[in-house]
């Protein structure tokens, strides 16, 4: 097996400017990746993964968002459909949806919705049984599902019953409407779609063996590991900040002397640094509650978010400051990491939701 940081490597090269561009991935390119496990590389083995700890796939993850973070926007779309396979679906489900995801199939993960994005209340989409066959029924509209434009399967949060379940449910199924949305902000190039779902019937083997939960216990499971995702790739857009920004004061030259060389501008570099730094450091701490199944792991994988999402879209912005013009062109890394770096304060909770979360920890520790 190939090393898989060498695979995004040779993957991304010089493309990510002009996927960006273009607001597209090759679809094939995807499939090659899928196929040898990069997109969620913490798979276990025994189903085709790499089986990669949460600290390694972290780091995997942070290298990915050092090139581009649309592909890493499908990594974290790919992560957490097979994280949620895993917690909620049965023994045949786990090999048969998980040997696709690592065979080379994509996926998207469908939750948030017009009326209900952290308000998990409001979620309209419903799954129901089907009234004339030993099957289920799923209705509902969702907004802004990262990766959908590729997905082979999309995994949709509705409520059935008294609670709460999860579909896994063929793109190509009759009723299923997939609609790209043009020029998003940031991550231009991952898919963003908007999915209408109408009245699809499915076998009962399409519902997750995990139903009738809490709304709230399904989607924060799979949120978790979104979130962590989110983080670590943040650190990989401070991390292309920071070496962008590097070379450019060491090479540019004003008033005779090297940009790095006037206090003001090194005191941007510097805080770029520092915010790769204290960014990393969150996300070392909830991976490491990951792999340790700690009971802290919600709020740490919360707080990195919070971090390192706020980091970047404050380092991206002092990167562009330091290389002014240079930076100032669509595809450029910097002008990539600029706009992608705020969708990562929104995505995955908003630093709002975040700062309610860590407020209530705070004053449960502190009562």
């Known amino acids: 097996m ?27 390119l995807l499939r090659r990746l899928g196929g040898e496990g990069v997109l969620c590389a913490a798979v276990p083995a025994e189903f085709g993964g790499l089986g990669l700890s949460g600290l390694a796939d972290g780091r995997l993850t942070a290298h990915a968002g050092s090139l581009c973070g649309s592909l890493r926007s499908v ?8 994280w949620t396979i895993r917690r909620f679906g049965d023994r045949e489900q786990r090999a048969g949806l998980l040997a696709r995801l ?10 948030s919705e017009a009326e209900a994005g952290s308000d998990l209340s409001a979620v309209a989409t419903r799954i129901t049984d089907s009234a004339d066959t030993d099957g289920i029924v799923v209705s509902g509209e969702k907004v802004w599902v990262t990766a959908a434009a590729y997905a082979d399967l999309l995994l949709v949060a509705g409520t059935y019953g008294s609670g709460a379940a999860i579909a896994a449910v063929p793109a190509t199924a009759t009723g299923v409407t997939v609609e790209k949305i043009p020029d998003p902000l940031g991550c231009r190039a991952a898919g963003h779609s908007n999915v209408r779902l109408d ?21 924060t499971m799979a949120l978790t590991h979104g979130r962590l995702s989110v983080a670590w790739g943040c650190v990989g857009m401070l991390r292309a900040c920071l070496a962008a920004a590097v070379r450019h004061v060491g090479a540019r030259h004003q008033f005779g002397t090297p940009l790095a060389g006037h206090q003001l501008v090194a005191r941007h570099v510097a805080d770029l640094h520092v915010a790769e730094r204290t ?10 509650s990951w792999d340790r199944n700690s009971p802290d792991l ?4 919360v707080l990195a ?36 770096a705020k969708l990562m304060e929104l995505i995955e909770g908003t630093s ?10 705070a004053i449960e520790e502190h009562s």
């Not at 960014?279 to 490491?288: G, I, K, P």
Request: proline residues 4%.
């Open 279 to 288: 960014a990393t450091l969150a996300c070392e701490r909830a991976s490491d």
């Open 2 to 28: 190939a090393d898989p940081a060498a695979l995004l490597t040779e993957a991304a090269g010089p493309h990510a400017g002009s996927w960006d561009v273009a607001g597209a991935l090759p679809r094939e």
């Open 199 to 219: 009245s699809v019937r499915l076998p009962r083997s399409a519902l997750l063996a995990g139903s009738r939960l809490p709304m709230t216990v399904l989607v």
């Open 75 to 82: 990594m974290t779309s790919q992560g957490m459909a097979a």
């Open 298 to 301: 919600v709020t740490d994988a």
């Open 102 to 111: 690592t065979g080379g199939d994509l996926a998207a993960v469908c939750f």
């Open 352 to 361: 709002e939701i975040c700062q309610l979360v860590l407020a209530r920890r």
């Open 305 to 340: 978010k919070y971090v390192a999402s706020g980091n970047a879209a404050a380092g991206a912005a002092r990167a562009v400051q330091v290389l002014a013009s240079a930076a100032a062109q669509d595809g450029h890394v910097v002008a990539r990491a600029y706009r992608d």
